[in-house]
C-alpha cells in the first residue's frame, strides 16, 4: 500500500542543525522527494534522491535513504528563519506522487 | 523555461453554486497534469492525473471533476459545491518519468460558504 509518515512538527535554533524525518511503505519508487511549502504558497521541490543511492548532499541540504527500513531523512545545515514553512517527503511507486503529511518547521531566532 | 500559470488565487463560493479552476502549462508539451487539494490540517490529496488529452483518472470519489480540452491546459469543475469542497486547490505538470518530480502552481484558495 502506499502510506507515507513524517512527524507533524519540529522545532529549532537559528544556526542550529534540523531532520526531518519520513517512513515509507512502497519499496518500487523510483525516486523519493523533498519539497517545501511556504505559508499561502504552492510547494517547491528542493531535492530528490534516487532509490538506488544512499545519500544526496546539495549546500545546506543532505538526504539520507535506508531502503532496508524504508526510512528517508533531510538534514538542513546552519538553519535560518527562512527555512521555516512545512516539508513534505513524497514517494511514486505508480508515477504519482504520494505525499506525507507534511512537518512544520518553526525556527526559533 | 516552462511555467505553470494557475488562477484564481483566491475564491469565495457559495454551497450549490458551479466552480471552475484554471491551469495552464506553458514550455513544455504533452505533460502529466494533477489536481491535488490540500484541506486544513495539512495532508495533499491527489485528486485527479491526466497523461494525455481525454485521459484522466480519479483517484478520490468526490463531488469534482477535471477536464483536458488542450493538451497544456487542465481543470476542474464542481456542478455544485459542498462545504467540504473547502480547500488549498494546487495543480502540477511533470515529465513522463518523474525524474525532477513535479512542478506546482501557486494554489487557489477555495472557501465554500
Known amino acids: 500500500g502506499e502510506d507515507v509518515e513524517q512527524s507533524l512538527f519540529l522545532s529549532v535554533r537559528e544556526g542550529d542543525s534540523s531532520v526531518i524525518n519520513c517512513t515509507y511503505t512502497d519499496s518500487s519508487s523510483t525516486y523519493l522527494y523533498w519539497y517545501k511549502q511556504e505559508p499561502g504558497a504552492g510547494l517547491q521541490l528542493l531535492t530528490y534522491i534516487f532509490s538506488n543511492m544512499d545519500m544526496k548532499q546539495d549546500q545546506r541540504l543532505t538526504v539520507l535513504l535506508n531502503k532496508k527500513d524504508k526510512h528517508l531523512s533531510l538534514r538542513i545545515a546552519d538553519t535560518q528563519t527562512g527555512d521555516s514553512a512545512i516539508y513534505f517527503c513524497a514517494e511514486d511507486p505508480t508515477n504519482k506522487l504520494i505525499f506525507g503529511t507534511g512537518t512544520l518547521l518553526a525556527v526559533q531566532p | 523555461s516552462q511555467t505553470i500559470h494557475q488562477w484564481p488565487a483566491t475564491l469565495v463560493q457559495p454551497v450549490g453554486s458551479p466552480l471552475s479552476l484554471e491551469c495552464t502549462v506553458e514550455g513544455t508539451s504533452n505533460p502529466n497534469l494533477y489536481w491535488y487539494r490540500q484541506a486544513a490540517g495539512r495532508g495533499l490529496q491527489l485528486l485527479f492525473y491526466?497523461?494525455?488529452?481525454?485521459?484522466i483518472s480519479s483517484e478520490v470519489p468526490q463531488n469534482l471533476s477535471a477536464s483536458r480540452p488542450q493538451d497544456r491546459q487542465f481543470i476542474l469543475s464542481s456542478k455544485k459545491l459542498l462545504l467540504s469542497d473547502s480547500g488549498f486547490y494546487l495543480c502540477?505538470?511533470?515529465?513522463?518519468?518523474?525524474?525532477?518530480?513535479?512542478?506546482f502552481g501557486s494554489g487557489t484558495r477555495l472557501t465554500v460558504v
Open positions: 502540477a505538470w511533470s515529465e513522463e518519468n518523474l525524474n525532477y518530480g513535479y512542478t
Open positions: 491526466s497523461i494525455g488529452i481525454d485521459q
